[in-house]
């Protein structure tokens, strides 16, 4: 299993929202670059960024920080964070990104997003499913507008039709757990593996130790991502380095 580092950047800084809420914002005072080659020089290889500014606004805000961390720390970057066109995508592929990570669109016109697929190939593409368990039944259902409505669409649905049509990576995120240092949602993504077990499925959400990663790993997930539990000195960088190592 690969432990990715996130890093979501607001107006040009490194911040962490609490369960998607930009009303809760915790702010951290790293430079992005210098941040991703502390993370690369620990042994990750993968960073995940996640452009703030973009959600908002549909537009890119920091190509350049992609490009530069791209260029400085050779990791492989893959960014989401407000991407509604496939011209969007493209800019960010072109600024360095390895990968884009594809939220609302893919939940809401995914004959838009399979086209996509096609175009840049499935290995460009992260498709990520924001989820809440529905009360009694445990149904993941995958939610939008910042986490505030359900698409009423199945967490099952979404990644069948997704896989059945060629796409390989899925991020998925339990949004009550994202942000609270609660422990992963271990059920739910072994539950992803034993259902698509050729998914290239990335866990997102609740990460609070070095602990928490064996039993992620037992899940069949191929990675994880963690950011506040780096930022916040839970995770340290040696732990990531032997876990690196390890894996």
Known sequence: MEVIPAIDLLGGRCVRLYQGDFGQVTRYDHDPVDLALRYRDAGAERLHLVDLDGAKSGVPAHLDTI??????????????????????????????AERVVVGSVAINQPAEVLGWVRKLGPERIVLAFDVRL?????????V??????SSGRSLWDLMGDYLAAGAQHVLCTDVERDGTLDGPNTALYAECHRRYPAARLI?????????????????GV??????????????????????????
């Open 67 to 96: 490009g530069r961390i791209t260029r400085a720390a050779g990791l492989a970057v893959q960014v989401g964070g407000g991407i509604r066109n496939r011209a969007t995508a493209e800019s960010l592929l072109a600024a360095g």
């Open 134 to 142: 529905t009360p009694g039944s445990g149904e993941p259902v995958a």
């Open 203 to 219: 866990a997102s959400g609740g990460l609070a130790s070095a602990a928490d990663l064996p039993g992620l790993a037992a899940t």
């Open 222 to 247: 191929a990675a994880v991502v963690t950011g506040k539990a780096l930022l916040d000195g839970r995770i340290n960088l040696e732990e990531l380095r032997r876990f690196s190592r390890a894996g």
């Open 144 to 149: 939008t507008h910042g986490w505030r409505e």
